[in-house]
């Protein structure tokens, strides 16, 4: 029986793992080191966050920690923390907006990063 093609088994690879947009990690990345806010789109709707935290879990995903501004289901005015893993992520750009300082409750050595932090501001 002859072997698939290369060509055939790297696609076959890429249909059972989902790949990380490399221009939303770069962004990501990017506005970490910038402090810009970033408007993120995923399956669920859209987000507007100010990134803190880009690193890797124990278990290898690659997970954003960002403070939350407006997303889907988030009253205006409520706020909070929230992780989000890369590959849940479609597009990421960042806004023109900037922000001053890490928000209160910001953890440098974010716990759910156990796997090794990438960025952080």
Same mark, same amino acid.
């Given at each position: 029986? =002859?072997l *698939?093609?290369?060509t055939?088994?790297?696609s076959?690879?890429?249909?059972l793992v989902?790949?990380?947009? =490399?221009? %939303?990690?770069? +962004?990501? @990345?990017?506005?970490i080191? %910038?402090?810009?806010r970033l408007?993120?789109?995923?399956?669920?709707?859209?987000?507007?966050?100010e *990134?803190?935290?880009?690193?890797?879990s124990?278990?290898g995903? +690659?997970?954003?920690?960002a403070?939350q501004?407006r997303?889907p289901?988030?009253p $205006? @005015? $409520?706020?909070?923390?929230?992780?989000f893993?890369?590959? %849940?992520?479609h597009?990421a750009i960042? $806004?023109e907006?900037r922000f001053?300082? =890490?928000?209160p409750?910001?953890k440098?050595?974010? *716990? %759910?990063?156990?796997?090794? !932090? !990438?960025?952080r !501001?």
């Open positions: 029986m =002859p *698939p093609s290369r055939s088994r790297a076959e690879s890429a249909s989902k790949v990380v947009e =490399p221009m %939303s990690f770069y +962004t990501i @990345k990017e506005a080191r %910038s402090t810009h408007k993120l789109f995923l399956d669920d709707g859209d987000y507007l966050v *990134p803190h935290v880009l690193g890797r124990r278990g995903k +690659t997970l954003l920690r403070f501004l997303g289901g988030r $205006a @005015k $409520a706020t909070s923390w929230k992780v893993d890369l590959e %849940s992520i597009h960042e $806004a907006e001053e300082n =890490p928000r409750g910001y440098p050595n974010d *716990p %759910s990063m156990n796997g090794g !932090i !990438i960025e !501001i």
